[in-house]
């Protein structure tokens, strides 16, 4: 094997058997569903901290993200003097990609890394060892209810980010585009009536919530398969910690797009 | 019964288990001295399939643990208790939830039955008072009791001790060790128990083996072992019997 070769083997094996690993721990969760009644509280409490406690970030994040889109498309609109239409843009645009996006990097941020940090330090304090020799399931244990309360609190958070951009982007449309506020809201909900073909929610709002669903789901997969993948003592756990958050957030990013694409009509 | 036939494993090249032969009847209790870094740790976690020996066997029951399936390992450790070195409590959950977890995660029983049950362990290692504390606001010591009662719950009909009385006082250690032999004696449990107190293995052990370089350089009663003429054997529990 030349040095290229084998330099280029010696990077992908280890993040192939991680990817191997995030893949079989999803799948595992998955199949682990007919245990929810017992981990109810458990779920409970992770929704607490992983929505309750996330959320002023995300209001404070949507109301400003709101203001910006507005901001930069209302300029433009000016210029053709179609700045009626600010309400449209603002909600699609936010409904669709920025709240499920920004959202979902948020709690990549926040609760992927804490997931990590978590699991990873009972994973070296041999708490996890423990826990198989004790023969507790680890994934119905630990991850499941991890995985369900992320998986459910971002869709949620997002739809909180939906409702704060428009009324950000609401802001800038009545203090810099000089319109009235209940015609932009009237404009943003009209854009958001469009229901979509296969289900009969606004398709503009579920698409953003389908995606932030899917985006959840991964962000907390990647939290606890790094966690429980975690070795060698405190540096492990930081070195786990910043690729849960690294791998998550790209992983959003190329999901966004796939997603983005297939569910265009 | 418990048989290691020929186990070998290294770490990074580095031999800690090197063609390790040995036996521990059911109901017997075997103790297993050695300098720090020997190998005892490892030597437990190869008969509760925590690890996997590069070559030799292991069987418990008659089991190979290292071929068992992830269902039917599960099902052995059912029958097998584990006391980590450290005591390995799960963090966010006080003493009295640690101990009744492997009761409501792998039993039916009712709360009440759990309840009594998981008083009765900690009275055995006398932290009743401590119940409600989490692991963060115990002792070392407290801790590793805690983990005693948490092995002890399923009353498993094997079970392996890592220094069941290291960072206890005389006192207590004296009762752990007490509380050990009793438990050998009305359950018939089959026991290993690593230490490096003589007392301990006095108290305990049906026999003694001393482990280094690998394998066991003597193995017999705990007072055989202790009046052997082997040198390196003298030296190592002679600096200790002081
Ligand atoms: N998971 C592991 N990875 C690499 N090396 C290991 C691992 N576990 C144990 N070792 C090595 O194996 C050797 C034996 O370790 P072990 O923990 O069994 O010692 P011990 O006899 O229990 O010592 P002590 O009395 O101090 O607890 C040590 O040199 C240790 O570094
Ligand atoms: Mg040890």
């Known amino acids: ?265 | 019964m418990i048989e290691l036939q020929q186990v070998t494993k290294s770490f990074n090249g580095q031999k800690v288990l090197d063609g390790l032969d040995g036996t521990v009847a059911a109901g017997e209790c075997l103790v297993v001295m050695g300098p720090s870094g020997s190998g005892k740790s490892v030597l437990l976690r190869h008969i509760i399939g925590l690890l996997r020996p590069d070559s030799g066997k292991v069987l418990v029951e008659g089991k190979s643990v290292p071929d068992l399936s992830p269902e039917e390992l599960r099902a052995l450790r059912r029958d097998m208790g584990y006391l980590f070195q450290s005591g390995a409590l799960i963090n966010w959950m006080n003493a009295h939830e640690n101990v009744a977890l492997p009761l409501r995660e792998t039993t039916d029983l009712g709360e009440d039955e759990i309840r009594s049950r998981v008083q009765r362990v900690l009275a055995l290692v006398q932290l009743e008072q401590a119940a409600e504390k989490f692991p963060s606001e115990l002792s070392g010591g407290m801790q590793k009791r805690v983990g005693l009662a948490r092995a002890l719950v399923t009353e498993p009909r094997i079970i392996l001790y890592d220094e069941p009385e290291a960072g206890l006082d005389p006192e207590m250690s004296a009762n752990i060790n007490r509380a050990i032999r009793q438990l050998k004696e009305e359950l018939r449990m089959t026991s290993v128990v690593v230490t490096h107190s003589i007392n301990c293995a006095l108290t305990v052990g049906d026999r003694l083996a001393v482990l280094e370089h690998g394998r066991f350089l003597v193995e017999g009663t705990p007072q055989e072992v202790l009046d052997s003429d082997m040198p390196r054997v003298q030296q190592f529990l002679g600096a200790k019997r002081d």
Request: net charge positive.
């Open chain 1, 1 to 265: 094997m030349n040095p290229f070769t084998r330099t280029g083997a010696g990077l992908l094996r280890p993040a192939m058997a991680k990817a191997g690993y995030g893949v079989w721990l999803a799948t595992a969760t998955l199949g682990r569903l007919p245990h929810l009644r017992r981990r109810f509280r458990a779920l409970l409490d992770y929704t607490y901290l992983a929505g309750v406690r996330t959320t002023p970030v995300v209001l404070m994040v949507g109301f400003f993200v709101g203001m910006i889109v507005s901001l930069q498309v209302g300029i433009e609109l000016a210029r053709f003097g179609q700045q009626e239409s600010i309400g449209l843009l603002v909600a699609v645009t936010m409904a669709r990609e920025m709240a499920p996006f920004v959202t979902c990097i948020i709690l990549a941020a926040s609760v992927a890394s804490s997931m990590a940090a978590e699991l990873g330090t009972m994973k070296v304090q041999d708490e996890v060892t423990a826990l198989e020799v004790l023969s507790v399931d680890v994934v119905s244990f630990l991850v499941l209810p991890r995985v369900l309360a992320l998986t459910l609190a971002a869709p949620l958070l997002t739809l909180f980010a939906d409702v704060v951009g428009i009324l950000g982007g609401g802001v800038i449309a009545v203090t810099q585009l000089h319109l009235d506020f209940s015609g932009y809201l009237h404009n943003a909900r009209e854009a958001l009536k469009t229901t979509g073909e296969l289900i009969p929610l606004p398709e503009d709002l579920y698409v953003g919530l389908l995606k932030s669903t899917v985006f959840g789901f991964t962000i907390a997969v990647v939290g606890c398969a790094a966690g429980l993948q975690t070795s060698g003592g405190a540096r492990g756990v930081g070195e786990t910690t910043r690729a849960a958050v690294r791998t998550s957030i790209i992983l959003i990013i190329i999901f966004n797009f796939f997603l983005g694409k297939a569910l265009h009509s």
